[in-house]
């Protein structure tokens, strides 16, 4: 067994656990690289299958190359697909972009309250329509209990400081200082109601285990990735305002697994691009209020 | 380029400098994105702390203005032999969970003591915890040793002093190194202000941990995880899903399901995106068709029938430890979980409770609390399949959930043999001999559009009140176009009795035979309603073991009994009217009964 297939082999058991233990579970899936690993994970755990819906935040400003990309394999695999959305804040124009607030408080409006009101069904939950294409309200607003979500340890210090099952209280908040023990393959899987829990099957995956992954089960994910051609590529997606593409020449995975481990990123962090982890409190503070 | 990977946990007492030592090692040996040191420093001195290389790790807003490091941090790092997963663990006694978390993780530990302070409780206890979680490879780095002026004496004498104790509870280290985190001796480099100290540096030992064996060549054993019958486009595969704990498994074995006893042989293994597989080994998260469609759920074990036998057992006794913030008492219900195998426990008696720091023993302890080991003997509900921690650690050891936590975990050291085992062993028998079809239960119930379940109704109030309530269920289920049948347990007694054994038969016979007869009605999918009285828990266990089926659901209808919280057993107030009564009940089942 070689490392991949160690990290791999973990994550479906994961996933499994998920299944079984969490009656209403869905996945979080940001059409980035590694909730696209997990997405693939969960097609490896369940025999090609995905037996929960998949959850996509649209804060409006994505990349428009990522809904396309997010609605061909959504019909292309049967995915069940639920997009959530924080409507109030972008018709008030509470947002970043429209100049009233700060990045931060831009991704706990767009994000962490989408994400809040999509998971407890208070917020509308738009399905795609496989027969149509399209997406429809959809009537089924029971609350997801079990949300499966991509994050890594290696991305930023309070993510090094997860669990692979990790519970949140009622109002979506992370009780950093006591969290459950988690040994011998055992996770904490029994919850008063109210509560939820989120499950991070990819925590000991490093960027370059995501590569190797991509490469090794030749895993489609979207073209911002790569160099068109013009020297330049994402490294990290998120929304296009608040998104630097890196200079780049890599085209492929292979390329990028390169420039991995010996080129020019072999030294800088991955969400260097990312200009909202720079503002005070930096991720740590906006994970605590429910953040990804 | 390193494949190879490892897991290493720095253990030991609070400010005995572990996050500073892990910083330092990341830092010296070029682990650290560029510019993140620099960041770090700029930091510190705008704010006006002395900088550590701790803050590296300590990535906790709370950590850093407290200085001690709360929760177990993940970071990579890599040299020319392999890559690692360094989980920098908390010392302080408040925190031991988390160190659990990152211990039970780890193939090696280095345990930090201050050679200044020297050994301190937690020392001690995160020594004794790293042996009860038989992490073999233990290194112990005397700290701070710039604070003793590089003394050889005095790093020696901390050095026996803690052989001593390390010796009581069977831990061996592979070596001594004197370390100074916050001067950088010994951790890449050797330093010559320690001149006397000529083996090892941090690195240097690191890369010297030896990789732990793969268990391929131990008896096959896979804790079932799920049964899957994906039905979307056209998918009529019937898949046992499951992580191998040792062994191997190819076409064509045959295998038996503990404790049950059901035996059939494997048709295919089946993955996604690969090639196809006529074999999976140890670790490998997999999953099997079989040739004959035999009942088998979460929590069975899967074994090859030629190979070694494992242990199943209801009375067991182990060595535990216990991390819950309420003691570990008595005649609690609790629940105890193996590999994916579960099942309610209580403990029946506390051998002896240990201070894991001062291992001084107390055998008159009438619980456990916080932060103690003991050696205790369970009572299990059900019986449970397990190897000895010898022959197959995975396979030994157990947690312990209170309410919704994990709050304890141990292994276990034998059994004795009781009622149940007894049973279990003529249940094996019974389905050793049993003959069965190849229509399987799910390809039943997806006929029958229904979920095959048993429900059952019990409890102290009059008979005549059961009885209504079953017969109501049993049409509003039927007018729904379910297939269910109303069954009481003196149909069964009288039916099978003969005249002469009428005067004679026990009550624990006639429940015997009743639970034989519901076990074959539950095989063919349908729904069944069961009344009995005064159902105990004993009489449960036993049905469920008869049955082996997941799907039994008990409401109690009279005074409320003392029971641990559970979705599979319901009591409700039986002042109500029948009607009443036949709604909660449908409202609790509705769910479950549907495909």
Redesign the interface.
């Known amino acids: ?3 991949l ?2 990290l ?3 994550s ?2 994961i996933l ?2 998920a ?2 233990q969490i009656e209403n579970l869905s996945m979080l899936w940001s059409i980035g690289k590694d909730s696209t690993v997990l997405l ?1 994970l969960a ?7 995905v ?1 929960f819906p998949l959850v996509h935040i649209d804060t409006s400003f994505k990349i428009p190359e990522m809904i396309a990309y997010r609605d061909k394999l959504a019909l292309e695999w ?1 995915l069940t697909m639920i997009v959530g959305q924080n409507k109030a804040a972008l018709r008030a124009k509470l947002t970043f972009p429209d100049g009233k607030i700060e990045r931060s408080q831009c991704c706990a409006n767009l994000k962490s309250k989408a994400l809040k009101d999509t998971l407890s069904g208070e917020g509308e939950r738009h399905r795609l329509n496989h027969q149509t294409g399209s997406y429809e309200l959809d009537d089924n607003n029971t609350p997801y209990t079990g949300v499966i979500v991509g994050v890594r ?2 991305e ?3 993510r ?2 997860e ?1 692979y099952f990790s519970p949140r209280d009622k109002n979506n908040t992370w009780d ?2 006591s ?10 899987t ?3 109601s109210g509560t939820h829990v989120r499950i991070h099957p990819l ?2 995956w ?1 960027e370059l285990n995501i590569w190797e992954y991509i490469h090794r ?1 030749n895993i489609p994910t979207v073209s911002l990735y790569y160099d068109q051609g013009k020297g330049r590529r994402y490294r990290s997606l998120g929304c296009a305002p608040c998104t630097k593409p890196v200079c780049s020449s890599s085209r492929n995975p292979a390329e990028i697994i390169t420039e991995l ?1 010996s080129g020019q990123f072999a ?3 991955e969400r260097s691009g990312r200009a909202q982890d720079k503002e005070m ?1 930096g991720l ?2 906006l994970r605590k209020e429910g953040y990804m | 380029m390193a494949t190879e990977h490892m897991n290493i946990v720095f253990v030991g007492h609070v400010d005995h400098g572990k996050s500073t030592l892990v910083g330092r090692l990341l830092a010296e040996a070029g682990a650290l994105p560029e510019g993140k040191l620099e960041k770090l420093q700029r930091y510190c001195e705008r704010n006006a702390k002395p900088f550590e290389y701790a803050f590296l790790l300590d990535a906790l807003s709370d950590e850093q203005s407290q200085g001690i490091t709360i929760d177990i941090a993940r970071c990579f790092f890599k040299t020319d032999k392999r890559k690692y997963l360094i989980l920098d663990a908390p010392g302080h006694i408040e925190f031991l969970k988390n160190l659990v978390t990152g211990a039970a993780n780890a193939e090696a530990a280095f345990l930090v003591i201050d050679a200044h302070e020297g050994i301190q409780e937690n020392s001690r206890r995160h020594a004794y915890m790293l042996s009860l979680l038989n992490v073999k490879q233990v290194i112990i780095l005397i700290n701070k040793i710039d604070l003793i002026d590089y003394s050889e004496a005095q790093f020696n004498q901390v050095k026996h002093e803690f052989a001593d104790y390390l010796s009581q509870i069977g831990i061996e280290p592979i070596a001594y190194i004197p370390v100074s985190g916050r001067e950088g001796d010994n951790i890449t480099e050797l330093s010559n202000r320690s001149s006397w100290y000529q083996g090892n540096t941090v690195l240097a030992a690191l890369d010297n941990f030896k990789k732990q064996d793969t268990d391929e060549k131990l008896p096959f054993r896979m804790h079932l995880q799920d049964v899957y019958k994906f039905t979307n486009g056209g998918d009529n595969r019937r898949i046992f899903a499951g992580q191998v704990s040792s062994g191997t498994l190819s076409i064509g074995d045959k295998i038996v399901v503990y404790p049950s006893g059901k035996k059939s042989t494997i048709k295919t293994i089946e993955s996604f995106n690969s090639l196809p597989q006529k074999a999976v080994t140890a670790g490998y998260s997999t999953g099997f068709t079989l040739h004959e469609q035999i009942y088998a759920k979460r929590g069975d074990v899967i074994v090859i029938e030629k190979e070694t036998p494992p242990k199943t057992a209801s009375t067991i006794k182990v060595s535990l430890f216990w991390l819950g913030i309420k003691p570990l008492s008595l005649n609690k219900t609790y629940y105890l979980k193996l590999g994916t195998s579960k099942t309610k426990v209580v403990v029946e008696k506390i051998l002896n409770v240990l201070d894991t720091s001062s291992l001084a023993m107390s055998e008159t302890a009438r619980e456990i609390r916080t932060n103690q080991a003991a050696e205790c003997i369970l009572s299990l509900f059900m019986p449970i399949t397990y190897d000895d921690l010898q022959t197959n650690p995975t396979m030994g050891r157990f947690v312990i959930v209170d309410e919704y936590d994990i709050a304890g975990g141990g292994i276990i050291q034998g059994h004795i043999d009781d009622d149940k085992t007894k049973l279990q062993a003529q249940l094996y028998q019974r389905n050793t001999h049993w003959v069965t079809g190849n229509i399987s239960l799910e390809e039943r119930e997806q006929a029958l559009k229904q979920k095959s379940q048993l429900i059952l109704i019990t409890g102290d109030g009059p008979s005549e009140q059961r009885k209504m309530v079953a017969a109501q269920l049993e049409r509003q289920l039927f007018s729904q176009n379910k297939f269910a049948y109303y069954i009481g347990i003196g149909n069964v007694k009288h039916a099978l009795e003969s005249a002469n054994e009428q005067t004679n038969i026990a009550d624990d016979v006639s429940f015997k035979r009743f639970s034989e007869v519901l076990n074959i009605l539950l095989d063919t999918g349908l729904i069944i309603i069961a009344t009995v009285a005064n159902m105990t828990p004993v009489n449960l266990a036993e049905l469920e073991m008869i049955t082996s089926h997941l799907n039994v659901v008990t409401f109690w209808l009279g005074r409320p009994r003392q029971e641990i919280k559970d979705a599979s057993f319901i009591e409700i107030d039986a002042s109500a009217t029948a009607d009443i009564l036949v709604k909660r009940i449908f409202s609790h089942i509705e769910h479950s009964i549907t495909v």
């Open positions: 067994m070689d490392q297939d160690q791999e082999s973990r479906i058991y499994r656990e299944y079984s693939w097609r490896k755990a369940f025999f090609g299958h037996p049967g340890s290696d930023e210090g309070s090094s400081k669990r950093i200082g969290q459950p023990p988690e040994f011998w393959s055992q996770y904490k029994d919850f008063p925590l000991d490093t089960e481990k030294n800088i962090a409190g740590e503070a």
